[in-house]
């Protein structure tokens, strides 16, 4: 089941009371506490900045991809660039976003609300993160092979998402699971490593097992558990399939 965001039509605008800075070739090219939050889709929302929060000499005139009543920029410091990185309103059919900028997120080295990184995109304030302690039975199988069995998973629920079952690395079977390459980062939960499952007849099927080794303070139950993707692998929780 989805839910939609609080009932407000984007773009929907609000001061943020954090200090938010943007690391970029070894400067902190924004420095402010008066960044705002601003949906421009209801799912989660971006950090726009006033003109007054970046030195102009960082920037760079693009002459790629403007859209109408902006201004695009390359964002450099010495021999970094990152090419249109930065957004300026000049004039919007929001008006409270004239005059007002954005850098995309994947465009900075980090982002660090006070001292915290944050991944991704900013935090929705709207949104809830919790793990729960459960005493539910959990089995995982795949093609007719067990891969895990545990009575002590954490269910994460999320605000918006499915329920996630986490269970201890000690209740998988671990000699199953390779190591993968991928990596994927949530600001609610950290950095996600993954595992592929390799079955005993060689069927290798690919990061449908994650895990956070060092998980964001909130989530911090989940440090030592991993989780199946659900919708890749037969799950049955007190005996039910789901």
């Known amino acids: 089941m989805s839910y939609t965001a609080p009932p407000f039509a984007p773009p929907h605008i609000e ?74 309103y000049q004039t919007s059919d929001s008006k409270d976003l004239a005059g007002l900028f954005k850098i995309k997120f994947s465009a900075a080295d980090a982002w660090f609300e006070e001292d915290e990184r944050v991944y991704v995109h900013p935090k929705d304030p709207y949104k809830r993160v919790d793990v729960l302690q459960s005493s539910r039975h959990v089995r995982v199988a795949l093609n007719g092979v067990e891969l895990a069995t545990t009575n002590r998973p954490r269910l994460l629920f999320e605000t918006g998402l499915r329920v996630r079952t986490y269970m201890p690395i000690t209740d998988v079977r671990v000699e199953l699971l390779m190591p993968s390459d991928t990596v994927t980062e949530c600001p609610y939960k950290g950095v996600a490593n993954y595992f592929n499952v390799q079955l005993p007849n060689g069927e290798v099927h690919k990061d449908i097992v994650w895990y956070y080794r060092t998980p964001q303070p909130e989530c911090g139950q989940m440090a030592g558990y991993v989780a199946f993707y659900d919708e890749k692998v037969d799950v049955w929780i007190d005996g039910e399939k789901q």
Not at 30 to 57: G, I, M, Q
């Open 15 to 88: 001061p943020s009371t954090k200090r938010v800075r943007v690391l970029f070739g070894g400067k902190y090219v924004v420095d402010t506490r008066h960044a705002k939050l601003v949906w421009e889709k209801p799912f989660y929302p971006n950090y726009f900045f006033s003109t007054s929060d970046l030195n102009p000499t960082y920037l760079r005139e693009s002459s790629d991809k403007k859209e109408r009543g902006t201004k695009v920029y390359d964002l450099v410091v010495g021999e970094r660039e990152a090419r249109d990185a930065v957004t300026l």
